[in-house]
């Protein structure tokens, strides 16, 4: 029997955010850089580099709320930007996640059942809502931006078939507080996107120049590799030419985000990350959930278009990696009443050959 496979859905940079936002116009949209939003009833994470003690520069929020469940849901991806910090590993980047109850304090009992009750499909039912679910305060206004993609994509209704694509939040509010030497990076909507609705854009052009480039420094013999066609549901097939299982590995990752070269975040709640280099034993010993004991699937992964974007808005800060893989509690446990973030798992993947994402 074929494996299901889960819908992946892609993140892409958009609008800049202008202001300060406050209010669930904040917290309910998903971004790059900026400041950490806080859910009403939990307090916003400050995390520090455990190698050199510094703040961690926010990297990603991502809200993702689960289809069903009453519960707000907000994911942030921290990172150090100090320069000696860039190898620093999961020492130098953090996630953490925040919850609370849409619904009125007396239901929470319920509330907690019901989510302790929701099957995993459930999860990713409405993931392309990252930027609004709320019933506390109209939704933003939307529109339609896919950059370079946007003319071959005129044809295709993706009113209909996507939500929440840009965030226009139009409630400007006080300016958060920002603590002094606090690392920011100049913050930007993330937009979404289903990876399904790309594949009939796949130009394979600039994934085969990079693997050229990189034929020529590792010395790996690639043009058969390069007649392959786009995986099928999985099952693709490679010409009987022997390369490393590192080199396989790099490939089916290129050929992958050929079709949207752009995407700075893969989602796939309990889907399958996609691999720049091989996995390790990180990947199948992964630590349990640290508040019910429960196991970690992953969430979702940070790509690599996403290091040029990463402007620092103060102190010439940058950081460095290939991808970044969020694993987090399958429960996503909750307890009744608390009030801080909870710190979830990330395995670090450097780029096997970074100049060819410059």
């Not at 700075?264 to 630590?287: A, D, K, M, N, Q």
């Not at 103060?314 to 973030?341: A, D, M, R």
Request: hydrophobic share 35%; aromatic share 8%.
């Amino acid at each position: 029997m074929a494996a299901i496979l889960k819908r992946v859905l892609l993140g892409l940079r958009d609008a800049p955010v202008h202001g300060s936002p406050t209010g669930p116009g904040a917290w309910t949209a998903s971004k790059l850089g900026g400041i950490p939003d806080a859910l009403p009833t939990v307090a916003a994470p400050r995390p520090v580099c455990q190698r050199c003690g510094q703040p961690l520069a926010l990297v990603v929020q991502v809200y993702c709320p689960l289809e069903g469940s009453p519960f707000h849901r907000l994911l942030h991806v921290f990172a150090c930007a100090c320069p000696g910090c860039s190898t620093g590993g999961a020492r130098s980047w953090k996630v953490f996640r925040s919850q609370c109850l849409q619904v009125p304090e007396r239901e929470a009992q319920d509330a907690q059942k019901q989510e302790n009750s929701l099957a995993a499909e459930d999860w990713c039912e409405g993931a392309d809502d990252w930027g609004s679910d709320t019933e506390e305060a109209p939704s933003p206004q939307l529109t339609l931006d896919f950059g370079n993609d946007a003319s071959s994509a005129k044809d295709v209704d993706w009113t209909a078939r996507l939500q929440d694509l840009r965030l226009q939040d139009a409630v400007l509010g006080a300016a958060h507080p920002v603590p002094p030497g606090l690392p920011l990076f100049l913050p930007y909507y993330i937009c979404v996107a289903d990876e399904d609705d790309y594949r009939d854009f796949v130009n394979l052009d600039h994934a085969h120049s990079l693997l050229r480039d990189y034929q020529q420094r590792e010395g790996i013999a690639m043009d058969q590799l390069l007649s392959q066609s786009l995986p099928n549901d999985g099952d693709e097939k490679y010409e009987k030419t022997i390369i490393k299982s590192g080199d396989q590995t790099f490939y089916k990752f290129m050929k992958r985000i050929a079709a949207c070269q752009e995407q700075i975040l893969r989602y796939s709640w309990s889907g399958e990350p996609l691999f720049l280099t091989c996995p390790t034993s990180e990947v199948t010993e992964l630590p349990a959930c640290s508040q019910c004991g429960g196991q970690r699937i992953f969430e979702f992964q940070l790509m690599p278009a996403l290091v040029s974007m990463l402007k620092s808005a103060n102190l010439g800060l940058s950081v460095e990696f290939g991808t970044i893989l969020v694993y987090t509690c399958e429960k996503s446990c909750w307890p009744p009443n608390h009030q801080t973030p909870m710190e979830e798992f990330c395995i670090i993947q450097e780029d096997p050959d970074e100049l060819l994402f410059k």
